[in-house]
């Protein structure tokens, strides 16, 4: 005897009597195998095990916690900063989000996304970031830094329900007097499988109001080209895995430099991501990426170190030079 689960993206299977002695024990355990398959990300097929069970109850915990996480005001936001390939000036900055765990210390978000988007709370944490960064950028705005674009990450659920999310963009873009056209929003495409046409009317709304749509992690997914041209996205982002170990004559070269000239072709801009050396940014250079970020540059910084990096206190790596003001 066994019991299966089935969602959409993966299959649980508990089986007699290992995995329970009775059918609402097996269901159980064929539910959190699921669970597991469907984090899994790939339309897997997953037994229940004893292991299985541990990373099910560590998922419950961290759910339980990311709740409070909130409310106890554990979530703080670092920012990269991105710049101008061509003139080495600062262009703007990426929140990502981190969490002081009271036991564990600070987590990033590949340690907690995941769960967050597992149980609804995405929602919330997405909402606590937007405003946060807006009220953060209007800071810098204050203090004479104008002209920065503030770029965001968005989950896809926060995609799905969509209305609330176009409320909440207005809503931060008021109450913070940010202007729309200096607010990004990154997008991964991964998020986009499930409902591209849903995704295309809620970014289609968004860049109405003048906000910019970044396609994040590009040429990692399977859609790539497909959602280039059915969303409206006006720049994309090169995934930094095509960067590492880019040499100037080398296959990832050849690709970066392939990339680029097809979004030329589209109009569209090109971030590149993950840039450590100068050799990766000279090859950037040479091929038109029209902005670089990475830790040549920059770590993602505190919001106060921030402050001090674009008031001159902090040096500014890769040797390049740094002002609040876009060039042009
Ligand atoms: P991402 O948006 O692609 O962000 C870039 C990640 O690469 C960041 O990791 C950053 O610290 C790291 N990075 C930047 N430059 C370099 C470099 O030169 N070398 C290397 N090796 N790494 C570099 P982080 O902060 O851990 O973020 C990971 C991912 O989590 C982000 O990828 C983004 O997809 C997601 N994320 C971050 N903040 C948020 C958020 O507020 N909401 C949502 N939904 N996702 C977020
Ligand atoms: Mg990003
Ligand atoms: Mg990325």
Sequence with gaps: MYHTSLSHRGIGIAVYPLDGTDDQELAKHADVAMYQAKESGRNALQFYSEEINQLSIERLRMEGELRKAIDNNELFLDYQPKVKTSTGHMTGMEALVRWNHPGLG???????????????????LGAWVL??????AALWTKNGFTGLKLAVNLSALQLQDGTQLVELVKQCLQETGIEPQLLELEITESMMVNDS??????????RD???SITLDDFGTGHSSLALLRNLPVQTIKIDRSFVTNL???????????????????????VVVEGIETAE????????????VQGFYFSPPLGREALLDLLSGRLPFGGGLENTGNIPE
Aim: with cysteine; glycine share 6%.
């Design 106 to 124: 600070i987590l990033f978000p590949v340690q907690f996304i995941k769960y967050a988007e597992n149980c609804g709370l995405i929602t919330q």
């Design 131 to 136: 405003r946060q960064a807006c009220q953060d």
């Design 247 to 269: 040499k100037a004559e080398s296959h990832n070269a050849n690709f970066i430099g392939a990339i680029i000239s097809m979004a030329k072709n589209l109009n569209l801009h």
């Design 209 to 211: 109001m003048g906000v």
């Design 197 to 206: 046409n849903q995704a295309a009317s809620i970014l289609t709304q968004l």
């Design 280 to 291: 990766q940014l000279n090859v950037m250079q040479h091929h038109g990426g029209d902005e």
